[in-house]
Every structure is written in structure tokens, then in C-alpha cells.
């Protein structure tokens, strides 16, 4: 039997990302250019 592979969620991932970054969620949804509520969905 194989085994099962569980992922990391993928906002735990950006939340990481942003963070070593130093970078908020909202500044991060200003300089992609979508509003701020849909990175915080994530």
C-alpha cells in the first residue's frame, strides 16, 4: 500500500513566502494589483 502524501495548505505557503519577504498581505495584493481580500481568502 502506498502512502499518503499530505501538502502543505497553499496559503501556509504564501503566508511564508510574504513573511520572509517582510511583506503584509495587503501590500502584497496592492503589487499584483487585486484587491486585498482576495490574497487574505487564500
Do not use: K
Request: aromatic share 8%; proline share 10%; charged share 20%.
Amino acid at each position: 500500500m502506498t502512502r499518503m502524501f499530505n501538502p502543505p495548505h497553499p496559503g501556509a505557503m504564501v503566508a511564508e513566502e510574504l513573511d520572509s519577504l517582510g511583506m503584509s498581505a495587503r501590500e502584497f495584493a496592492r503589487y499584483i494589483g487585486v484587491a486585498p481580500s482576495s490574497v487574505t481568502r487564500i
